[in-house]
Structures are given as structure tokens and as C-alpha cells.
Antibody, heavy 122, light 107 residues
């Protein structure tokens, strides 16, 4: 079955950087687009970034554009999110998520990791 | 950017009763509307996409309807495991957007 396991969260000071990773298994990783979605505890969900199945297309929410970078390593079945110039408002649980469609991007998410908490605070 | 608005914020329902959740889009999203269920401390789970198509393994008591800007998720007879938060999401246009969620609690 599909497994997505995030790592790399923690407490970081404003202005600093952090890298999140997501180890994927149970499916053909290089056939699916992947997403990062975040959620402030007790609040709604916010899309952060997506990368197409072949890495050729990347899109970002306006709130993180220019500060966050999504990437994938298909040799290791790993999705990454490089976050820099972090702000207190970036504090959230970050979910790694798999797109529903094969070899395209549907923007429907059919599998989610358990999330990793990022806290930006001095 | 499309804004999704869900109502009510909290819905109190007795087990066995019907629950009706609403989701409104600030502009038409055609039929590109999904619903997710999220239990406390857990990741969301895809319930419905394309307004009314249930995801794999989702019980038939969950149904979706609507088009354009107005959508509804109906749970026909609430079971104990259905008490959770529900999020609608449009995927018609970038950026994909979620509503703020409706929490279904036990009355």
C-alpha cells in the first residue's frame, strides 16, 4: 500500500532555512505528481507546492513563491521541500501528498503522509 | 484566486441521522470539486472527487452533489466513525483551494 513518511520538521528561527523530505513507497513514484500541503493546527488546509511526475513542472502558492523550492529524487523515491527565509506564519503541519492521476497532474490528492510539524519562532 | 467557503463551521448531529454540509466557490469550478475527511491527529483522506464520485473504499452513505459554485456533501446515516472534519477543495484552477472545513460532532 502507499506509504508517505515525512521528516525534517522542527523548531527554526525566523529567517532561517529548513528542508523537509518525504520517503515514498508502495507505488511507482516516478509516475505521479507530488504535492506539499500545510495546515496550521486547528485550521484549514493550504496548498504549498506541486511537482509533476517528471519534474518538468513546478508550481507554488503565492505565499511561498521565491522562498520554497520543491524537488524530487526518483532514484531514491523521495520528495523534498527546501524552505528558506522562514516566517512565523509558515508554522504548520506539512503534509507530503500524492496526486491521483498517472503521468499527469489532476490536483486531486489521494494519499497523504502523516505530516511533520514546522514551528518558526525565536 | 478562487475562495471556497464551507458552512456551517460546526454541525451537531446524532448517530443515525443525516448530515448535510455545504461548500460554495467564489467562481465556477465546473465539476472539479473534491471532499476530504480528516479525523483528529490524522491526515486528510480523499472521500469524493468530480463532485460525486466516491474514492476507493468510501461507503455509499457518503454522497456529493452540485455544480458550478454550490456543492453539498451528504452523509445519509451518521456512524460513529464519521464524526470528523470535512474539507471541500476545488481543483479547477491554480492554485487549488480548500474550504476552512466543517466539523461534524456528536449531538
Amino acid at each position: 500500500q502507499v506509504q508517505l513518511v515525512e521528516s525534517g520538521g522542527g523548531v527554526v528561527q525566523p529567517g532561517r532555512s529548513l528542508r523537509l523530505s518525504c520517503a515514498a513507497s508502495g507505488f511507482t513514484f516516478n509516475a505521479y505528481g507530488m504535492h506539499w500541503v500545510r495546515q496550521v493546527p486547528g485550521k484549514g488546509l493550504e496548498w504549498v507546492a506541486l511537482i509533476s511526475y517528471d519534474g518538468s513542472h513546478k508550481s507554488y502558492a503565492d505565499s511561498v513563491k521565491g522562498r520554497f523550492a520543491i524537488s524530487r529524487d526518483d532514484s531514491k523515491n523521495t520528495l523534498n521541500l527546501h524552505m528558506r527565509s522562514l516566517r512565523p506564519e509558515d508554522t504548520a503541519v506539512y503534509y507530503c501528498a500524492k496526486d491521483w492521476a498517472v503521468t499527469t497532474v489532476s490536483l486531486i490528492v489521494d494519499d497523504w503522509g502523516q505530516g511533520t510539524l514546522v514551528t518558526v519562532s525565536s | 484566486e478562487i475562495v471556497m467557503t464551507q458552512s456551517p463551521a460546526t454541525l451537531s448531529v446524532s448517530p443515525g441521522e443525516r448530515a448535510t454540509l455545504s461548500c460554495r466557490a467564489s467562481q465556477s469550478v465546473s465539476s472539479n470539486l473534491a471532499w476530504y475527511q480528516q479525523k483528529p491527529g490524522q491526515a486528510p483522506r480523499l472521500l469524493i472527487y468530480g463532485v460525486s464520485t466516491r474514492a476507493t473504499g468510501v461507503p455509499a452513505r457518503f454522497s456529493g452533489s452540485g455544480s458550478g459554485t454550490e456543492f453539498t456533501l451528504t452523509i445519509s446515516s451518521l456512524q460513529s466513525e464519521d464524526f470528523a472534519a470535512y474539507h471541500c477543495q476545488q481543483y479547477n484552477k491554480w492554485p487549488p483551494a480548500f474550504g476552512q472545513g466543517t466539523k461534524v460532532e456528536i449531538k
